[in-house]
């Protein structure tokens, strides 16, 4: 079984802070891109980040600055702090991972969390 555990969303004030976080579990030979995507009611799906192996990262335009991605490798793990957080960052957030299954397999898979609900209201 491969899955995707999101955890650390929640309810927060608007210029308050949250830490998201996405650990990978099962049979995963390995994984190239995690990420972070967030989709808000009546909005279609977006990036909010990715992060490759190397720590190459990619901002959507509007967070870069209040957010930051990062992983740990070893354990297979990202992590999205959310600083200064806004009513408009009120979303459902969904990590991402392109992984690669077996050896044996030259191909990335995509996965999905099932995602964790922000809500930044006062």
């Known amino acids: 079984q491969v899955q995707l555990v999101e955890s650390g969303g929640g309810l927060v004030q608007p210029g308050g802070s949250l830490r998201l976080s996405c650990a990978a579990s099962?049979?995963?030979?390995?994984?190239?891109?995690m990420g972070w995507y967030r989709q808000a009611p009546g909005k279609e799906r977006e990036l909010v980040a990715a992060?490759?192996?190397?720590?190459?990262?990619n901002y959507a335009d509007s967070l870069k600055g209040r957010f930051t991605i990062s992983r740990d490798n070893a354990k297979n793990t990202v992590y999205l702090q959310m600083n200064n957080l806004k009513p408009e960052d009120t979303a459902v957030y969904y990590c991402?991972?392109?992984?690669?299954?077996?050896?044996?397999?030259?191909?990335?898979?995509?996965?999905w969390g099932q995602g964790t609900l922000v809500t930044v209201s006062s």
């Open positions: 991402n991972a392109e992984y690669r299954p077996s050896r044996w397999l030259a191909r990335n898979l995509e996965l």
């Open positions: 992060i490759t192996t190397a720590d190459s990262t």
């Open positions: 099962g049979t995963i030979f390995s994984i190239s891109t």
